[in-house]
């Protein structure tokens, strides 16, 4: 079964504090892996995909990498703005449907 | 920049009762889901549409729910009985669907909150 786990579930960084968070995937053949942030009642944003073992992006302060097992968001020097739901998912080779993660919660504090 | 757009952002209805919630995709795209969320749980996929038909759908979505593109722009969703549990953040996305190789980008709309009394 397509499944999709982030940890952790919820982290509080100081501002400019950085870390990682990360998301384990299992699919049966992978289009492609997404990372999204989630305000509070709002959708998700579309921050990054991610197609193969070894490929990274950059935007800002966030940073996403990708093994053939888990995918990392990498935050440098996090602002208070940051803070968000980061939500990971995955599409599989057979199918259009995203399968995500259950999110990690990112307080920062200034 | 485009976006995309759905109506109303908050319904609140009784048990029993028919709602249709709407979204306009962006307008070149030709993929649209629809995924709800459940208050503290995952963005759960319902269905995708392409073509004027449903090209795949969850086991959420059974025979009380259904999927519109009534005009070129709009692009429903109906539920036509509702229950208590189908209280959650509903959220239409679209998408160009990209190639064999290369996926494309699902753009996320604002939601609509649905209240099941």
């Known amino acids: 079964e397509d499944q999709v786990t982030q940890s952790p579930e919820a982290l509080r960084l100081q501002e400019g504090e950085s870390s990682s968070l990360n998301c384990s995937y299992t699919?049966?053949?992978?289009?492609?892996l997404f990372w999204y942030r989630q305000d509070p009642g709002k959708g998700p944003e579309f921050l990054f995909t991610?197609?193969?073992a070894g490929e990274e992006k950059e935007k800002e302060r966030l940073k996403a990498t990708l093994t053939k097992k888990e995918s990392f968001l990498h935050i440098t020097a996090p602002k208070p703005e940051d803070s968000a739901t980061y939500l990971c998912?995955?599409?599989?080779?057979?199918?259009?449907?995203?399968?995500f993660g259950s999110g990690t919660r990112l307080l920062v504090r200034p | 920049e485009p976006e995309v757009t759905q109506t109303p952002s908050h319904q609140v209805t009784q048990m029993g009762q028919e709602v249709i919630l709407r979204c306009v995709p962006i307008?070149?795209?030709?993929?649209f889901y629809w995924y709800r969320q459940i208050l503290g749980q995952k963005v759960e996929f319902l269905v995708s549409?392409?073509?004027?038909?449903?090209?795949?759908k969850s086991e959420i979505f059974d025979d009380q729910f259904s999927v519109e593109r009534p005009d070129g722009s709009n692009f429903t969703l109906k539920i036509r009985s509702t229950k208590l549990e189908d209280s959650a953040m509903y959220f239409c996305?679209?998408?160009?669907?990209?190639?064999?190789?290369?996926?494309?980008?699902?753009?996320f709309g604002p939601g609509t909150r649905l209240t099941v009394l």
């Open positions: 996305a679209s998408s160009n669907g990209g190639t064999s190789s290369f996926t494309d980008t699902q753009y």
């Open positions: 699919v049966s053949g992978l289009r492609g």
């Open positions: 991610l197609y193969s």
């Open positions: 998912a995955v599409q599989a080779a057979s199918s259009y449907k995203l399968i």
């Open positions: 307008s070149n795209h030709l993929y």
């Open positions: 549409f392409y073509n004027n038909e449903i090209s795949e």
